[in-house]
């Protein structure tokens, strides 16, 4: 066989040099485009943390207007009703690239659940407006009164069940609760889904009427509703509370003598640590979109002096 000339080994070396080109450039290719895709990518995530957090800047923004709104209005007036500014809801707005609005909504007017137990002791007073209140809305008074039992086990110091006398932990354990009871106030109204032992329909009825505030807390009988009017002032009848309102809407209460003088023959009159015509606790929301990104902003905010404190505040 004769011996391959030096021109084929020559071939052989230029295709073998051109491959390895060819692949070099492919590897080149597919890096380059891999690191393209990277820095698009951190270019998006960029974009989106920055759409984010001038979001959150708009959403504090429309928080903080609500925050001067209530300073103004706590300067010019001790009495606060619906029919106020700060009541007003403020419709979006167009900002660069965005929008943005917020509302101020009183949760004085609610029925305070850590009412049922402030500094950790069981009030009986309390849970009686409890059981009313739970009454007004359709709930026989046997289980109204468990569950204001249940409430005030939850959050009471003692460890003692009111209903047993046994152990409180182990008896919501025995209900199904995920959790021990933490022995101290609920921070959030939406805590009380993890009470063991209360129907949940109870708790829908009950619900629109109910908060979780700092205690001890009044209500505010000039945003209160029929139902938590009939809760806390003794002896008036829920027909008579939703006049009460009703004729509310064209004269606002001024004062607590003021409320006395309007209650029907035989009701009240008002308890004064359980009553107010001024709201504490306003719920301040601040919603913006900016960009890509939208965020919701939610801040329970104490009126106790003129520039209202944050008590807490969460992003949704």
């Keep these: 066989m004769p011996a391959p000339s030096p021109d084929l080994y020559q071939c052989a070396e230029r295709g073998a040099a051109v491959i390895t080109a060819l692949l070099t450039v492919a590897l080149v290719a597919g890096l380059a485009s891999a690191l393209v895709a990277d820095y698009g990518a951190g270019l998006e995530n960029l974009a989106g943390r920055r759409d984010q957090a001038q979001a959150r800047w708009l959403a504090r923004g429309a928080v903080d207007w609500g925050r001067n709104v209530l300073a103004d209005d706590r300067r010019r007036t001790r009495v606060d009703h619906l029919g106020e500014p700060w009541a007003i809801r403020v419709p979006p707005m167009t900002v660069d690239e965005g929008e943005v609005s917020g509302e101020l909504k009183d949760l004085s007017g609610l029925f305070n659940l850590n009412n049922l137990a402030p500094a950790g002791d069981a009030s009986e007073a309390h849970a009686e407006a409890f059981v009313r209140l739970a009454g007004a809305v359709g709930i026989d008074g046997v289980e109204a009164d468990e569950i204001a039992r249940r409430i005030t086990d939850w959050i009471d110091s003692d460890g003692l069940s009111s209903l047993t006398g046994g152990d409180e932990a182990g008896e919501f354990r025995a209900l199904g609760a995920q959790q ?133 505040q969460r992003i949704l």
């Design 180 to 312: 021990a009871p933490p022995d101290g106030p609920l921070a959030h109204l939406d805590e009380v889904d993890a009470i063991a032992g209360i129907r949940p329909e109870a708790l829908a009825r009950l619900r629109p009427f109910l908060v979780a505030l700092p205690a001890p807390s009044q209500i505010n009988a000039n945003t209160a509703g029929a139902e938590v009017l009939h809760a806390i002032i003794p002896e008036l009848p829920l027909d008579a509370a939703r006049i009460l309102v009703a004729e509310r809407e064209r004269a606002w209460f001024k004062d607590l003598p003021d409320i006395n003088a309007r209650l029907p023959q035989g009701s009240g009159p008002v308890i004064a640590d359980q009553t107010a015509v001024v709201s504490d606790y306003i719920l301040a929301t601040g919603r913006a979109r900016y960009g890509l990104s939208v965020v919701r902003m939610e801040v329970l905010l104490h009126r106790h002096q003129n520039w209202p404190d944050i008590v807490w």
